[in-house]
């Protein structure tokens, strides 16, 4: 065998092994026909690999009465099989900064997506993105150090920053003003003080990932996720895979599409933008001659709940520009459930139905059945950084590497 050939098993080695801890990482305890049968690969690879990543401690076996010590539902399992299997949680552990205007948080988990820790602390506005740092670098010691762990169990850790990041030079691109994190390469910055790989995302997209792991999308493949918030953001998962944001990072700005061509300028050049509509800010602008001048979201959600006919038709009419904008983006992309966060989806069906309506009025046939739903989990920051572990676990190169050259783990411990 020439060294072409061994290089090339190798390779094949560690993609396959680097798939089937991805997968017990997503689907959790599995046993080897299961595990076979998703990464694609015969019984007798998956025995063979998953030897190693035993004997390494980044894999577990649960046999016997550990199984259902380990809350593992083995009653359609066949009989014959000897066990499961299931990425060792005291294999390393995962880290997620979501950056807010007004907040930071960090979200902790084990190697198996249990949150160990999650906190977060406030930031004026004008704080600039030196001191959001330092405060984000402090709040995840503060959390290792909450839950016994230290740096060097991380595998990664992925950052949330307002606006779209430029893929090609990894900068954040300006956003809604007052972002401090505008014209900084965020993963350089936050490498200088973390020596472990650095993920970094936009906090919506990042929301996504967190409903689709752990909230409204954890049933389906496909989810569409819209925050209606401060601006309107998106973030696509297809196939259970996040989407970037194309060749430069800038896709997924549901919020500058425009959802009336002769509408009002808008600052990104555009006419009639959907942020125009339905983001928050606008339906408060809307409502400024009914709550108030200064009116917040408590304010407006209490006027809905008292059935204030102003505020009921503003609503229908955001839900209505948005349920147009998704009808586009449903015959373009065709997901199977869109998922409604941010501040305004606590209005719940008073702009969800409008939403529905105006879809599978104005969608095709065969894309306007998308389930549309409110998301699940808590609002903003805490999401952003669940999300962000989530991210790591899932899209940390070499992540098997970095694992079996971590200090010896307890390989046949199970919880």
Known sequence: MTAKDTGSLRALRRTNSERMLSALMEHGALHRAELARICGVSRTTVS???????????????????????????????????????????????????????????????????????????????????????????????????????????????????????????????????????????????????????LVENNTRLEAVAEFTWGAGRDVRDVLYLGLSTGIGSGLLVDGN?????????????????????????????????????????????????????????????????????????????????????ANICNLLNPERIIVGGELARAGDLILDPIRATLRRTAMTLTRDADVVAAELDLGARAGASGAAALVLRQTDQLVTALLSAPDRQPNEAS
């Open 48 to 198: 063979t690999i998953v030897a190693d990543l035993i004997t390494g401690g980044v894999v577990i076996e649960v046999i016997g009465d550990q199984v259902a010590r380990a809350g593992i539902d083995a009653s359609e399992v066949d009989g014959r099989a000897r066990g499961f299997l299931r990425a060792n949680p005291a294999a390393g552990s995962a880290a997620g900064l979501d950056f807010t205007l007004e907040r930071v948080w960090c979200h902790v988990t084990d190697l198996s997506g249990e949150t160990l820790a999650s906190d977060g602390v406030r930031t004026a506005r004008d704080t600039p993105w030196q001191e959001r740092l330092t405060a984000g670098v402090m709040l995840l010691d503060e959390l290792l150090e909450r839950t016994g762990r230290h740096r060097d169990d991380l595998v990664g850790v992925a950052i949330g920053v307002p606006g779209p990041l430029d893929l090609q030079t990894g900068v954040v691109g300006p956003s809604l003003p007052g972002q401090a994190w505008a014209g900084v390469n965020v993963a350089a910055e936050f490498g200088r003080h973390l020596a472990v790989p650095v």
């Open 242 to 326: 996040l989407h970037h944001g194309g060749a430069r990072g800038g896709g997924g700005e549901i919020g500058h599409l425009s959802a009336d061509s002769s509408g009002a300028p808008c600052p990104c050049g555009n006419r009639g933008c959907l942020v125009q509509y339905a983001s928050l800010p606008a339906v408060l602008d809307a409502l400024a001659p009914v709550l108030g001048e200064g009116a917040g979201l408590d304010e407006l959600l209490a006027a809905a709940a008292d059935g204030q006919p102003d505020t009921l038709r503003v609503l229908r009419e955001a839900g209505e520009q948005t349920g147009r904008v998704l």
